[in-house]
């Protein structure tokens, strides 16, 4: 029988699609992993659109489940006995990437993850993940959350926190910022006060990426999840928006050498 390759699942940011932001990191990845970028089904309308506001509250924790699901097909019908998953994430993919991992392990298939690499990662909710450039960075988007059951980022809130440091035209980050999504307000209201997490039991190699230009999630924050998660920490010079960066996915390679996992 040919040898079937392990899973990668990749889990988003806020006002991001998976098989959108994904694109570079998932072909890099392709030839050693089965790569399965992850959207969250509630994701319908792009920030120059103007949406249709749900009457339901849709939170992390149905995001969650969605990914939960998914993964738990995966492992418990599709994995043959030497496949394994790998978990990465990006932003509040980061945190999601985590939190799975702690619920896989206490669900009793924890030999079945291979590691878990947390980009730019939304701190748990031990850490106390409040500054000002962040503070900054959301700034827009607590103002939208004020009227709508949807949230977004504006346009000058994206370049000042997420793109900053990017040697990009305003033409080219506006044509970044129109095609995120609008994000349920109620999601970003609980990453606000984001879950718990301990990932200590979760006895496989577990990675923290952090950019140094990282405004949203500054780099002492990426710094003090790593410890906490007790992972290995590696710093870039980046700021939020990394995933096309081909500094990134080499880092992310050389680790996987190094960890003999690939």
């Known amino acids: 029988m040919k040898d079937k390759k392990d899973v990668i699942f990749m889990f988003p940011g806020t006002f991001n699609k998976g098989s959108e932001c994904f694109k570079v990191l998932a072909k890099s990845f392709e030839k050693h992993y089965d790569c399965r970028p992850f959207d969250y089904s509630e994701y319908f309308f792009k920030f120059n659109e103007k949406p249709i506001y749900p009457q339901y509250g849709f939170g992390m924790n149905d995001q969650l489940l969605q990914c939960g699901q998914e993964i738990c097909t995966c492992v418990t019908d599709e994995l043959e006995e030497e496949q394994k998953i790998i978990l990465l994430g990006h932003s509040k993919g980061a945190l999601y990437a985590a939190w799975l991992a702690q619920w896989i392990w206490a669900a009793g298939y924890g030999h079945k993850i291979k590691a878990v690499i947390m980009i730019a990662p939304a701190a748990p909710g031990e850490i106390n993940n409040f500054s000002f450039s962040g503070f900054w960075a959301l700034k827009s988007v607590l103002i939208s ?11 000058w809130g994206t370049c000042w926190g997420v793109l900053n440091g990017l040697n990009l035209s305003l033409e080219e980050k506006y044509l970044i910022w129109k095609n995120l999504y609008w994000e349920p307000r109620q999601v970003f209201l609980d990453l606000i006060s984001p879950p718990k997490i301990n990932l200590k039991k979760v006895n496989c190699p577990k990675l923290v990426v952090g950019g140094t230009k990282d405004r949203l999630v500054p780099p002492i924050i990426s710094k003090m999840t790593a410890h906490h998660y007790r992972a290995d920490h590696l710093e870039i010079d980046m700021p939020h ?8 996915i080499s880092n992310i390679m050389g680790w996987l050498k190094i960890k003999k996992l690939l």
């Open 145 to 155: 959350a004020l009227w709508g059951s949807l949230v977004k980022r504006s346009f």
């Open 241 to 248: 928006y990394m995933l096309d960066s081909l500094i990134l």
